[in-house]
C-alpha cells in the first residue's frame, strides 16, 4: 500500500485515540486533538493523569479505548510509543500513526510484525487533515 492508502484506511475509522494528548493548547498533543476536531471527526484524548481536554472526556490508557476506536495517532516520547503499541495490539487496534518525534525502531518492527497498518513515515496528522491556529 502507498502511504497515501494507508492514510485513506487510518482515516475510516469512526473515532480516534488521541495518546499523548495535552491540556497545554501550545503543545501538540493538543494540536493534534483539535485537528480532528475541527474536522469533524470524534476523537478521544488519552492520558494518564487528565480528566477532560478540549472537551472531550480523557482515558487513561489505550486499553480503555471504546470498541470503535480503530485508529490511534501517538504523540508520545519513543519510549512511551514501544509500551503504547503492545497495549495497541492487545487491544485489536489495526492503524497506528506514529507523529514526527514518536517513532522508534522497536515499535516500527512490532507493527509491523503484527500486521499493523503503520504511518511512521514523518507524515503528520495536522499537514494531512489541515489544522488551523485559532486567532
Not at 5 to 32: C, D, M, P, W
Not at 74 to 88: D, N
Not at 109 to 119: K, T, W, Y
Amino acid at each position: 500500500m502507498s502511504i497515501a492508502q494507508q492514510i485513506e484506511q487510518f482515516l475510516t475509522s469512526s473515532a480516534f485515540g488521541v495518546v499523548g494528548a495535552s491540556s497545554r493548547r501550545h503543545k501538540y498533543g493538543n494540536k493534534a486533538l483539535r485537528c480532528y476536531q475541527q474536522n469533524g471527526r470524534r476523537a478521544i484524548p488519552v492520558n494518564p493523569v487528565e480528566k477532560e481536554i478540549e472537551g472531550e472526556t480523557v482515558v487513561a490508557s489505550v486499553s480503555d479505548l471504546p470498541d470503535e476506536v480503530q485508529s490511534i495517532s501517538l504523540i508520545t516520547p519513543p519510549a512511551v510509543t514501544e509500551k503504547v503499541v503492545e497495549q495497541a495490539a492487545a487491544r485489536g487496534i489495526k492503524n497506528v500513526w506514529m507523529q514526527p518525534g514518536a517513532e522508534s525502531p522497536a515499535a516500527i518492527e512490532f507493527c509491523q510484525q503484527q500486521g499493523m497498518n503503520l504511518i511512521a513515515d514523518g507524515s503528520c496528522v495536522l499537514v494531512v487533515l489541515g489544522y488551523s491556529e485559532p486567532h
